[in-house]
């Protein structure tokens, strides 16, 4: 048993989050489901808290009503190895979600997950301070994060970045030479 588990707070829905997560992470497995009893606070029978697993890691649904919500203060981040993981997570992960800028999206429960190519660090961590900084402007325009945008803005020297993205509204890759148009913070 891991030592920390995340305990995610539901207003009755943790385990519709628990299916929708182990649908999208196919590393995953459904755990326990424990219900309220005559003690309450919840329905009786109700589902009171769900376990699951992604990526052998534990974590805990609890339906623990309205009174508290999620924000971007807490994120999970998913590393991903290359675009089409990038464009695998983002699209499952925004069924009934919301775009953020730099690959950031809330689900439809409102959890907020970093979709990031592996690469994007490397960029960022690049020992000439001109590259870095083309790499960090190109990621300030984009949504959805785009790897050939990324290297692309590596690779050129001087002048402009390459402005990648998307829509916040429509939540897809950027076509090239596109600018992105937006998107929440």
Not at 169 to 180: C, E, L, V, Y
């Amino acid at each position: 048993m891991q030592r920390i588990t995340p305990c995610l707070w539901f207003d009755g829905r943790a385990e519709e989050a628990m299916e929708f997560y182990t649908s999208v992470f196919k590393d995953s497995k459904v755990g326990k489901v424990a219900r309220y009893g005559d003690a309450g606070p919840g329905k009786p029978g109700s589902v009171m808290t769900v376990t699951f697993e992604i990526e052998r890691e534990e974590f805990m649904g609890l339906n623990g009503g309205p009174q508290f919500q999620f924000s971007n203060a807490i994120s999970f981040v998913i590393h991903c190895k290359t675009q089409k993981k990038v464009d695998y997570y983002w699209d499952r992960l925004m069924e009934g979600g919301a775009p953020q800028q730099c690959g950031w999206l809330t689900d439809k429960f409102g959890v907020s997950w970093q979709v990031v190519p592996n690469i994007l660090p490397k960029l960022l961590r690049d020992k000439d301070p001109e590259r870095s900084q083309r790499v960090m402007q190109a990621m300030l325009q984009m949504v959805k994060l785009d790897v050939k945008a990324l290297k692309q803005a590596a690779r050129e020297s001087g002048g402009k970045s390459p402005k990648a993205g998307e829509s916040a509204k429509k939540g897809k890759s950027a076509k090239k030479g596109k600018s992105a148009k937006g998107g929440a913070g």
